[in-house]
Nanobody, 116 residues
Framework: QVQLVESGGGLVQPGRSLRLSCVAS????????VGWYRQAPGKGRELVAT????????NYADSVKGRFTISGDTSKNTVYLQMNSLKPEDTAVYYC?????????WGQGTQVTVSS
């Protein structure tokens, strides 16, 4: 059974950093693409970053390039999203996701609020 559990969200001031974690179970992150999406109030879900941990192959949305870093720890079967230089427009619920056996699976999400 595929499960994704996010943590690490919170309230942070503009310019500060947060690190989100996604603990995966039911599959091995080294063999599958894992991604982070976000959804701001009143907007659609946006792909933020993806990683295929075995090859350290990463991709980023233009809006977060140079500020966010996605990484994977295969020993913990966990994917991280390091978010630096946060902006108010980064405020959203952040979801971890993977594509496994023809289906897309989602975590429950973690709220990130960037505000002074």
């Amino acid at each position: 059974q595929v499960q994704l559990v996010e943590s690490g969200g919170g309230l942070v001031q503009p310019g500060r950093s947060l690190r989100l974690s996604c603990v995966a179970s039911g599959f091995t992150i080294s063999n599958y693409v894992v991604g982070w999406y976000r959804q701001a109030p009143g907007k659609g879900r946006e792909l933020v970053a993806t990683i295929l941990a075995t090859y350290s192959n990463t991709n980023y949305a233009d809006s977060v390039k140079g500020r966010f870093t996605i990484s994977g720890d295969t020993s913990k079967n966990t994917v991280y999203l390091q978010m630096n230089s946060l902006k108010p427009e980064d405020t959203a619920v952040y979801y971890c996701t993977t594509w496994f056996s023809g289906a897309q699976f989602w975590g429950q999400g973690t709220q990130v609020t960037v505000s002074s």
